[in-house]
């Protein structure tokens, strides 16, 4: 089975701190992907890559950067955290074959 | 853009009844795919149904496709307290590369 691991499950940081969300999946997918979650909104992209070195804009991509420097890892980075940043992430990759995403367990971020 | 609309919002059954949720979506798709999450976790991806079909089964889930009327419906026959979690449809963009989520449905299942 696909595995993909977040580093936290719980993480609270203060206003300002810069904040790196960590994502390992151990099967070779090309495709991976960064939401977040809020009541009575559900997933919202935040930011894709396709490949290593390769990323592309979501649909809120603002505030936040990611890093894809090997295959297995996607990191998405909070630069300057506030407060509405405060959210689930969840982490995600897809194969080739598209059967489906494979998610992480997410990682609850509140921002103080 | 393309969104997947699930109703209803929340849905609170007894054991051993039969769960049905639907999904409507704007524009044409490739696929469309439900998903489970269970509270405060990760989503686990249940079944992908394809354009050109009409009906999936996995297991005790029947997943049925009406691209004519843009809708999609989920059922989970003899439910379980286990099936309590949110249930998402997510339905492809116009390139087929990135899926659009719903705000899902609360199932409730009551022992």
């Known amino acids: 089975d696909v595995k993909v691991t977040q580093s936290s499950r719980y993480l609270v940081k203060r206003t300002g701190e810069k904040v790196f969300l960590e994502c390992v999946q151990d099967?070779?997918?090309?495709?991976m992907f960064w939401y977040r979650q809020d009541p009575g909104l559900g997933l919202r992209l935040i930011y894709f890559?396709?490949?290593?070195?390769?990323?592309e804009k979501g649909d809120i991509p603002e505030g936040y950067s990611v890093s894809r420097e090997k295959k297995e890892r996607f990191s998405l980075i909070l630069e300057s955290a506030s407060t509405n940043q405060t959210s689930m992430y969840l982490c995600?990759?897809?194969?080739?074959?598209?059967?489906?995403?494979?998610f992480g367990s997410g990682t609850r971020l509140t921002v103080v | 853009s393309q969104q997947g609309e699930e109703d209803p919002q929340a849905l609170s059954i007894q054991e051993g009844e039969n769960a049905t949720m639907n999904c409507s979506y704007k524009?044409?798709?490739?696929?469309l795919q439900w998903y489970r999450q269970n509270s405060g976790r990760g989503l686990v991806h249940l079944i992908l149904?394809?354009?050109?079909?009409r009906e999936k089964h996995s297991g005790r889930l029947r997943v049925t496709l009406d691209t004519s009327k843009k809708s999609s419906s989920l059922l989970i026959t003899a439910s379980r307290a286990a099936d309590t979690a949110s249930y998402f449809c997510?339905?492809?963009?116009?390139?087929?590369?990135?899926?659009?989520f719903g705000p899902g449905t609360r199932l409730s299942v009551l022992p």
């Open positions: 995600a990759t897809w194969d080739s074959l598209g059967y489906g995403y494979t």
């Open positions: 099967m070779d997918h090309e495709n």
């Open positions: 890559s396709y490949d290593v070195k390769m990323k």
């Open positions: 524009t044409s798709i490739n696929n």
């Open positions: 149904i394809r354009s050109n079909e």
């Open positions: 997510a339905t492809d963009d116009n390139y087929g590369q990135n899926f659009v």
